[in-house]
């Protein structure tokens, strides 16, 4: 077990230059102010204990707070053991703070009130389970009460960071929407390194991956901490430049989520975990993941959703298998783990909360132990847990696999296909088989009309190499994913990219192939209000609000047609390699038969997007 030295650096206010100024109060006295959407920290003085200390502080203490907004509106936020309350810098394994952190969303005075519990395994409870019968008050902070003011942000921030939009949330519909701004989320993200965590700028974490290639991508005024960590090339205290430049990087092209593990113990990358060692799943390592949190708070300022994938098929039965050899459905280890990890990564504004990769994968070489399939009922169970611990409408969902196996999704009589615990799939497919269109719109379909529409994205568009073919990229998979009413996409690397890659720089075509159409979207298109057509035209994708707007997609626009209502149009396209928007001139139909379209200016065997709308005048 690798023991961390305890010694006090100090971290470069930086944070400060980026608005973080409120969101970093501490203490419980007073009255606190905090900017709307910021983070909110109180801090409370409990026992002294450490991370290996009996009764374990992760276990067998529980922290927890009510919010009541000025609308009197009820929040139930957990909280956890926070060592010294300062470890991303002292590196401190032991101490008598415990944290809570919430990001308000209502202006005015808000109260709240504190549970401080003890007992055994109390923490894998969740809060609305009488405490009488299984736990005792664990005295300090247990049932103190308090206020805070927020206030509307005079800070000038990136449009990008989150806190200029609000909370992220699922709302019903087919889109993740801003609970601020009230602006619809369409994603273009970055599905590799999965790794990502696997670096050497955080305490306790066995690799030599430092992302060297993006320390120039650092910036004046960027989050730096210094490690304990052996493995880390340099000075220390210059460790963290690589990952913060990486990120910097991606949000340069307009990158807004990134899809890592947070713990792939016995899986593909073998470097991440939150505990203090790999076989100790309820010991939580507090500096190393004080220090996540710091990149966390960077990815939301550039505008990067957190995409947390909790477990993948080589470990999606771990915590079983550690804990009772499988005999249990539900391990302890694991709600403590979803709580931990709640608890200190909850309150940031995007997120999504993926149960697992890859996951119903059968181990093929019969022992499964950790590799075991999780079930249908496991899937729901985790994550009807994992939506308890929730207080704003989260995005939670589950990824699939292998590539184009959706049985976990729709297998008959055995599935989660609209399970309200879920908020969506986490799609894998193939990057070269054409069939990323018909596997994101069948799924658009069987759930747009339910009262629970599942918000779609195509997470691993896998390929066994790494990606060479720009145009099949845009083609069949950014375009068909967004033309088939998808809320999003990720780019996977390919060739082991997940795993080996430091360098993303020679991708940043493909990233530009999403962000450029992402973009498009957002700018010109109402898609939120729009539904997936296989009717509107034989030679190309549509979507439509049935009424007034069509927009239409051709890989080739020299066979582009349409069958649209008789009346008069304006049709503009949309060049979608050159990412330009080109005016066009008003069409009329006489009949609503499908009949060719006008050829755009140039390029005419290459892929076009037509928008069409009802002509007014």
């Not at 069939?435 to 799924?443: E, G, M, R």
Request: proline share 4%; with cysteine.
């Amino acid at each position: 077990m690798t023991i961390k030295t305890i010694k006090i650096t100090f971290l470069l206010t930086a944070f400060l230059a980026l608005g973080f100024g409120s969101s970093f109060a501490q203490g419980h006295s007073g009255n606190q102010t905090v900017n709307i959407w910021h983070k909110l920290s109180l801090t409370f003085d409990g026992p002294q204990t450490n991370e290996l200390a009996t009764p374990n502080p992760f276990s067998d203490f529980r922290a927890d707070a009510i919010f009541i907004s000025p609308s009197n509106k009820r929040y139930l936020v957990p909280g956890f053991y926070a060592a010294d309350a300062n470890a991303q810098n002292t590196h401190a394994q032991a101490g008598n703070k415990w944290q809570v952190l919430f990001s308000p969303n209502e202006v005015g005075v808000w109260r709240y009130s504190m549970s401080f519990v003890t007992g055994e395994n109390i923490a894998s409870l969740p809060f609305t389970t009488k405490q009488t019968a299984h736990s005792d008050s664990a005295g300090y902070f247990d049932k103190k009460q308090g206020q805070f003011t927020v206030v509307n942000s005079t800070i000038k921030l990136d449009n990008k960071d989150f806190r200029t939009k609000g909370k992220l949330e699922y709302v019903n519909k087919p889109f993740l929407q801003f609970s601020g701004n009230l602006e619809f989320f369409l994603k273009a993200g970055a599905n590799s390194p999965e790794v990502l965590l696997g670096f050497t700028g955080f305490d306790n974490t066995p690799t030599d991956r430092n992302y060297q290639e993006h320390v120039k991508h650092w910036q004046s005024g960027d989050p730096i901490w210094n490690t304990t960590n052996s493995t880390a090339k340099g000075t220390k205290t210059e460790s963290s430049k690589g990952i913060i430049g990486l990120i910097n990087f991606l949000s340069s092209f307009d990158i807004n989520a990134f899809y890592f593990l947070t713990m792939n113990h016995l899986g593909d990358g073998k470097q991440v975990w939150p505990w203090v060692d790999k076989s100790e799943p309820t010991r939580y390592d507090v500096s190393k993941l004080a220090q996540w949190d710091i990149l966390f708070s960077h990815m939301q300022s550039k505008g990067i959703m957190t995409h947390f994938v909790l477990t993948e098929t080589e470990n999606e039965s771990l915590f079983e298998w550690f804990e009772s050899r499988l005999e249990n459905d539900f391990a302890i280890s694991r709600k403590i783990y979803y709580r931990e990890l709640f608890a200190r990564f909850g309150y940031h504004l995007a997120t999504t909360w993926n149960i697992g990769e890859e996951n119903g994968w059968q181990d093929p070489s019969g022992d499964d132990k950790q590799q075991k399939a999780n079930t249908t009922k496991q899937r729901k169970q985790f994550a009807d847990y994992l939506q308890s611990l929730t207080y704003y409408r989260e995005h939670i969902v589950i990824h699939n696999g292998p590539s184009l196996d959706y049985h976990i999704y729709d297998k008959q009589d055995d599935n989660i296909l609209g399970y309200k615990s879920y908020t969506g799939p986490s799609l894998q497919g193939e990057l070269k088989t054409n069939t990323t269109y018909n596997d994101v719109l069948k799924y658009r379909q069987l759930t747009q009309n339910s009262d629970h529409p599942w918000v779609i994205s195509m997470d691993e568009a896998y390929i066994n190499h790494p990606a060479n073919d720009i145009d099949q990229w845009r083609k069949d998979n950014v375009w068909a994913t967004f033309m088939a009413g998808g809320a999003g996409i990720e780019f996977y690397l390919g060739g082991g990219g997940d795993i080996f890659v430091q360098d993303v720089a020679p991708f940043k075509d493909f990233y530009l192939q999403m962000t450029n159409a992402a973009a498009f979207f957002r700018e010109f298109v109402p898609f939120e209000d729009l539904t997936p057509s296989t009717t509107l035209s034989r030679s190309g994708w549509g979507l439509t609000d049935n009424k007034s707007y069509y927009l239409l997609y051709f890989k080739q626009a020299n066979q582009a047609s349409a069958a649209l209502p008789q009346g008069c149009y304006q049709l503009d396209w949309f060049n979608p390699r050159s990412n330009q928007y080109i005016a066009g001139s008003q069409i009329c139909r006489d009949s609503s038969a499908e009949s060719a379209l006008p050829a755009p200016p140039d390029t005419q065997n290459d892929d076009w997007v037509y928008i069409i709308k009802t002509n007014l005048k």
